[in-house]
């Protein structure tokens, strides 16, 4: 029994296709996760991320299937996620609806108007074909992972440098982080609490709706557009956020270990080991769960997260 | 009228206005939409009208459709009034159903459907205790863990469906693919009321007793106070006695309690015939919490909302007629969400614009205009 | 009655143009008006004091003047030219820089991020670490640029916001109420920076203050504000002390109250005061007592061993500057927190610390510093305030009585002077001053045997001071056990039989009221104090 276990594990921990596919699901949530991780250092917690990636996919499909072209698919997959954060945004830091419920109700919008147009106009996409980096790509077990992706994989690279620079190294990055730490210092200095806020909100809208592309052009091909695809992602991300103690470099680490189990939940029976596909479907959400509850560090999270900012109330 | 007669006056006026302004857009913006896919708005408008009420007997299906939409909003008020977020309900009613189903299906008669009730109930609130937990021990934020349960519990449940020890009907006679439970026993079911020519289970009834009574507790009872201080103000709470941990957790677990009430009452009465199955909670969770947060946390209110949430999930039902597709109702329900949450915070801001609070900091002026919950 | 300008005539036909003019300025919220057509001219090479009591309006034109609000009425006129200030950063561009006191910093940054916070020019790190260092050298304030301001003190977080304000070169500095954190001998160093940058530099100063004997020693010219109006305006050298109380408060100044919640006790020593003539209870029977207390919060140990002990009828006045342990007693005895080591015994009884409720069932009342923060519920009405703790006693069976409620709700607004809104008027539509009344009577309404007083006249005005340390004085003579926490030595000394000096959450000194002055205080404070400055990398140079 315990050979048979150690077997399993052993057969597991072998196979390049888990690690393939742990990296791309691993990727999508970083894309997601990073928007989140800016988001969240700037005070807002966005449950409305799984709508801005739902509507990058299905935008990035919709666009695919007309055009063909990846790159424009990709950028209309942004701009998808750009608009539905503008109106997350304006309602929860302009209007000062609660965020909780904007981000619960866009995602339902969200979620009913892809599949309702996609009833109408069916979206196609195929996935890019991987591009081999020759050599690396041969290194045993994780030379797939890194250097053997669809090209759009590759973008999440320089995004994680550039979300950094952006944080710690200009004006913009600073402002956001007091933002979320005392939102009535920022304010008594001149910075305009809100608008950061906002801003940051749509930083997520843009690298979540690139996530969403990303996921449908270099993670599956779809023939007709299916809310499982997206599957509940945006509330993983948030919690690799969560788990990485609010810091880049734990946000990466969470979206590496839940991109991990989604591609055990997949690739199992793959490798001939049968698992209840339900039982198999919780995994990643109990892993998220556990590691969120058991690591989390909790000092460093944002003093003011999921706290509306008014100026004069203290 | 004195002057902040006519001002208050003034104010409810545009406020009206607002709601009429922004449900029209809500409606227009929809009807656009079908149009612009090619479908028929005015037959949507139509079939969604008889699905709900216009068609013999609709009515009494839109109230008992009502019902476990309108405990689920309950419990979310439970939980919003101490503070908490729990979006969490979609998962806790199916736990809730998925107990209910265990006990009715191994108990017969009116036992039984007492017994079916208290499971879910029970059910609802432990599912809802494990973010209580989460939240009070791990400090991981109850938003992010109900809302993780949800998943795990739809799924979850499904799995149950697997095992004939667990909760799959193991009748000989039925074909072997079929993943459902049991059908509950005649004697297992919640009777009906018929009068003009409808039928609603009493359910409905007592779903309506327990929304007055829930208005009642909250906000005339000792326990409602407290538990509103505990989610105005948590260190204020601490210092006059409200144990914030006990507390808080009783109202997580109870907004679960009710979301599994609502769950065991949606078996008992008939859904899916009498049946649990996968996807058993339907999307009943999501909008029972939707129905609270159009109604900001008023239980009566929660009355004529749910029915008409409840209208627009039975009149969905007559779409396909129009070859329209049934998701079309989630982007109307969601777009009315955001049209009735619109109006007041834009009345809220224009009421800061003409009175803006000084800074706590100068003692001496007043905080004139401040927010409320 | 003179012209407020008059004092002014005769200084001289030669004295620089302003740096600064604020005319007719007016600012109306709702029906309140917070400034009513007021005129203030800054001068370079002057330090201008802005005096009036809380809630007299000068926050709100230190405010309109950095560009945090708009006037409805009246002009800014900045090196002369007619000039809108919409927010801090056009502020800043025209000069005008500001020294906050709370609410200013953000913690989670280091000094040189904080510094270069609203700054929207070029944003360059080597240049700003740079500039921090030579700012704090060139006026002597030293400080690390790297370290965290949540490790500071409040001495040196001071210093901070003077380096961030004086980085940008202004023109004019405006310093709202500084010395409310700082010791006596901090607050000396801190005027005589400004002197050196004053005279040197030729920078126009407003020092923002309530404390008339703070602004008759540090300033040149003085500027009277009541009720939103400018009363009076002299060369300080003109004034006397009793003259510019009786602008500030508007009638003549007689009880020694009045006089410390103008922060002018010696100056305005008056014999017809009640007499300090040493009290002794002894035979009174001890009703709280702090035994050894312990608390330790993110590695640092801000109760140390304290020992308290306040008896029947006493009131004890624990003296000390912001920071060093109050807060966390504070919430020691609202139950909001557990001790780590140590006892509060009350009554004879042990009281278990950090259980809900446990210290208010144990009879501990408590004026909270921040009544927002646990001393009230601001969306609440002003009846469930009222009865907060007590719902119980107008409900039967479960079930509140809203009638019963609204009756004993306006008993108790009657008794304690609540005015501005009826019972089931929102909490947070009172002024300060009544919500403090509203605390208070709750507080008393309980019949406590204790009654902890945390900076309970805090933001408040003569008249509500007045009335406070009334109320506190009644309540000890009634035979509750007062323990009053305050930043103020004012108030200390105006209040308290016993005084206790709290360093670093230790009893550094205790004194009966007889042998304390003024002086004595603030050498126990201060003394104590110059060795909290290490923190932060560079030592104080003093």
């Known amino acids: 029994m315990i050979a048979s276990a150690l077997g399993a594990v052993g057969d597991i921990l072998g196979a390049d296709a888990m690690y393939n596919s742990a990296m791309r699901f691993a990727i999508v949530l970083a894309f997601a996760a990073i928007g989140e991780w800016v988001a969240e250092r700037s005070g807002t917690l966005n449950i409305s991320l799984e709508a801005m990636m739902i509507g990058g996919a299905y935008t990035a499909s919709i666009t695919w299937s007309s055009t063909e072209s990846v790159p424009l698919a990709l950028l209309a997959g942004m701009l998808a996620g750009l608009l539905v954060s503008l109106v997350q945004a304006h309602l929860s830091h302009q209007l000062a609806i609660d965020q909780f419920v904007v981000g619960l109700t866009l995602n339902i919008f969200v979620l009913g108007l892809a599949l309702f147009l996609d009833s109408r106009w069916e979206a196609v996409t195929q996935v890019v074909q991987p591009t081999r980096i020759p050599v690396l790509v041969d290194i045993p077990l994780v030379g797939e992972a890194f250097f053997g992706q669809p090209w759009p994989m590759y973008l999440v690279v320089p995004l994680v440098p550039l979300a950094w620079w952006l944080m710690f190294r200009t004006r913009w990055g600073l402002e956001l982080r007091s933002v979320g730490d005392s939102p009535q210092a920022a304010d008594v200095s001149g910075i305009h609490v809100n608008r950061r806020r906002r801003q940051a909100i749509m930083f997520a809208g843009l690298t979540s709706g690139l996530g969403g592309g990303v996921l449908v052009l270099g993670q599956i091909s779809i023939a007709g557009y299916e809310s499982g695809h997206v599957g509940l992602k945006g509330i993983i991300a948030i919690a690799a956020v969560i788990f990485g103690g609010w810091t880049l470099r734990g946000t990466i680490l969470g979206c590496l270990l839940f991109g991990y189990f989604f591609a055990l939940q997949q690739t199992l029976p793959v490798l001939g080991y049968r698992m209840n596909a339900q039982l198999a479907a919780t995994l990643p959400y109990l892993v998220a769960l556990f590691f969120t509850a058991v690591f989390a560090a909790r000092t460093r999270q944002p003093r003011a997260l999921a706290q509306p900012f008014v100026r004069g109330l203290a | 009228m004195t002057r902040p007669d006519q001002a208050t006056a003034r104010r409810a006026v545009s406020l009206l206005g607002l709601y009429v302004l922004s449900v029209t857009v809500a409606l227009v913006l929809s009807a656009l939409l079908i149009s612009i896919t090619g479908g028929p708005w005015r037959g949507v408008l139509n079939a969604l009208l008889d699905g709900a009420i216009r068609k013999p007997g609709r009515w009494g299906d839109t109230l008992a459709e009502a019902t476990p939409l309108l405990i689920v909003s309950l419990g979310a008020i439970v939980s919003a009034r101490a503070g908490l977020v729990n979006i969490g309900q979609e998962g806790q009613l199916a736990v809730g159903a998925a107990t209910a189903t265990y006990v009715a299906t191994h108990l017969s008669g009116p036992l039984a459907i007492a017994g079916a009730v208290l499971a879910g109930f029970v059910g609802g609130a432990l599912w809802a205790g494990i973010a209580a937990l989460l939240k009070y021990w791990r400090k991981v934020p109850e938003v992010i863990t109900t809302l993780l349960l949800v998943f795990i519990a739809s799924q979850g449940t499904g799995y149950l469906l697997t095992r004939t020890f667990l909760l799959l009907d193991d009748d000989p006679n039925k074909p072997n693919r079929v993943q459902t439970s049991a059908q509950l026993d005649e004697s297992t079911r919640i009777g009906y009321i018929r009068i003009f020519g409808n039928e609603f289970p009493w359910s409905v009834v007592a779903a309506v007793v327990l929304a007055i009574a829930v208005s009642v507790v909250l906000h005339r009872t000792t326990w409602g106070f407290r538990l509103t201080v505990l989610g105005r103000n948590a260190r204020t709470a601490q210092r006059i006695g409200v144990p914030v941990v006990i507390a808080g957790a009783t109202a997580l677990a109870l907004s679960g309690a009710f979301a599994g009430l609502a769950g065991a009452v949606m078996l008992t009465a008939g859904t899916a015939n009498y049946r649990f199955t996968p996807g058993f909670a339907n999307n009943v969770g999501w909008e029972g919490l939707l129905v609270a947060l159009v109604a900001r946390n008023r239980p009566l209110a929660c009355i004529p909302i749910a029915f008409v949430f409840a209208a627009l999930r039975t009149g969905s039902g007559f779409l396909a007629a129009t070859g329209v597709e049934r998701s079309i109702v989630d982007v109307v329900r969601s777009l009315l969400v955001l049209a009735l949450l619109v109006p007041p915070a834009v009345a809220v801001m224009r009421q800061r614009r003409v009175t803006p609070p000084p800074a706590a900091a100068a003692a001496d002026e007043p905080v004139v205009s401040v927010v409320v919950a | ?542």
């Open chain 3, 1 to 542: 009655m003179s012209h407020p300008d008059d004092a002014l005539q005769g200084a001289g036909a030669t004295a620089p143009a302003p740096a600064v003019q604020l005319s007719s300025i007016t600012k109306r919220y709702g029906p309140v008006t917070a400034c009513a057509d007021v005129d203030l001219e800054l001068v370079p090479g002057e330090i201008h004091g802005v005096l009036g009591e809380n809630g007299a309006g000068k926050s709100t034109l230190m405010k309109i003047l950095i560009g945090l609000v708009q006037p409805d009425e009246g002009t800014i006129t900045v090196a002369g030219s007619e000039t809108v200030i919409h927010d801090p950063q056009t502020a800043a561009d025209l000069g005008v820089g500001m020294v906050h006191q709370h609410l200013s910093l953000v913690e989670s940054l280091t000094v040189w991020e904080n510094v270069l916070l609203g700054d929207h020019r070029r944003f360059d790190r080597r240049a700003a670490r740079d500039q921090v260092a030579a700012t704090a050298e060139h006026y002597g304030l030293a400080i690390d640029p790297d370290s965290q301001v949540s490790d500071l003190s409040a001495g040196l977080r001071q210093r901070v916001e003077l380096i961030k304000c004086l980085r940008r070169d202004p023109r004019i500095l405006i310093l709202d109420e500084p010395t409310s954190v700082l010791t006596p001998a901090e607050s000396e160093q801190l005027f005589a920076t400004l002197r050196d940058v004053v005279a040197r530099e030729q920078r126009a100063v407003a020092l923002v203050s309530h404390k008339l004997a703070e602004v008759l020693h540090a300033t040149d010219t003085v500027t009277i504000m009541r009720q939103g109006r400018v009363v009076e305006r002299s060369r300080t050298s003109g004034a006397t002390p009793s003259s510019l109380a009786r602008a500030m408060v508007g009638r003549e100044v007689s009880l020694r109250t009045s006089a410390a919640a103008l922060g002018a006790t010696d100056e305005l020593g008056n014999p017809a005061t009640t007499p300090v003539a040493a009290r002794s209870f002894d035979d009174r029977p001890e009703v709280l007592r702090i035994d050894r207390a312990r608390l330790v919060r993110g590695g640092v140990t801000v109760l140390d061993d304290l020992s308290i002990r306040v008896r029947a009828g006493e009131i004890v006045g624990v003296a000390g500057v912001e920071g060093n342990g109050q807060r966390e007693l504070g919430d020691v005895l609202s139950s909001l927190v557990a001790l780590d080591d140590g006892s509060v015994t009350v009554d004879g009884t042990v009281v278990r610390t950090g259980r809900a409720g446990a210290m208010a069932r144990a009879g501990v009342a408590i004026i909270p510093e921040d009544r927002h923060d646990s001393g009230c519920v601001l969306t609440m009405s002003i009846a469930d305030n009222l009865l907060l703790d007590r719902i119980d006693t107008v409900a039967r069976g479960g079930l509140i009585s809203r009638a019963e409620q609204r009756r004993v709700a306006l008993e108790l607004m009657r008794e304690f002077e609540v005015q501005g809104a009826g019972p089931d008027s929102l909490f947070g539509s009172l002024s300060g001053g009544n919500q403090q009344r509203v605390v208070l009577a709750r507080e008393m309404s309980s019949k406590p045997k204790v009654l902890i007083a945390a900076q309970p006249t805090r933001g408040l005005d003569v008249g509500a001071i007045e009335y406070m340390s009334g109320r506190l004085r009644a309540a000890a003579e009634s035979g509750i056990a007062v323990l009053l926490v305050s930043t103020e030595l004012e108030e200390i000394l105006d209040l308290s039989d016993r005084i206790i000096v709290l360093t670093r959450g230790k009893v550094m000194g205790e004194l009966q009221r007889s042998e304390a002055t003024s002086e004595l205080l603030g050498l126990l404070l201060g003394g104590i104090a110059a060795g909290t400055d290490s923190t932060g990398g560079a030592h104080d140079p003093s």
